[in-house]
């Protein structure tokens, strides 16, 4: 099954989603998670977080350029330098804008798998992008919200004129 995208202006967005308990994590848990895989195909992004599809909760999915699909519940991100790489994201929520954002280029993270094991690993490069991005969906915040002032001042009418059409699409369908 194939989700509906939430866009820039819809409040999911922007709230901090909650934790997954364990008991949580059954078989439905997971084909939402393969929902949430095929959606993140469907729409070719190579990452998609549960918010995204209006589920408020701590999940993510991911693909980290090789075609390996993490499934990935309450992740913890931690930054292991102080080096950062900038890298061009864009959003499925956010569509058609792609702005440069600085993030650190290593972090660890770990989370639990599909099957509630704790999974430790080190990311770098396009996957360590990917990841905190999509971890900044579980804490509300875009990457529009990342970007150079400069950059920001350039996209501000698009913002504006996405959340009122999505605001204006909410309301329609009420
Ligand atoms: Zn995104």
Known sequence: MVFEIRKY????LKQIAKEVELSEI????????????ETMYETDGIGL??????????????EDGSGKIRKIINPVIESLTEETQEFEE?????????KKVERPKKVML?????????????????????????N???NGILFVEKISPMAKRLIAKKLANMKKETKRIMEENE
């Open 110 to 134: 770990k989370y639990l798998n599909e099957n509630g094991e704790a999974v430790e690993e080190i990311a770098e490069e396009l996957l360590a992008v990917v990841v905190q991005h999509e």
């Open 90 to 98: 864009g959003c499925l929520s956010v569509p058609g804008i792609y």
């Open 26 to 37: 059954n078989d439905e848990f997971r084909k939402f998670l393969d929902d949430m895989v």
């Open 9 to 12: 202006g819809d409040d999911v």
């Open 49 to 62: 977080a549960a918010p995204q599809v209006g589920v408020s909760k701590r999940v993510f999915v991911c």
């Open 136 to 138: 900044d969906h579980l």
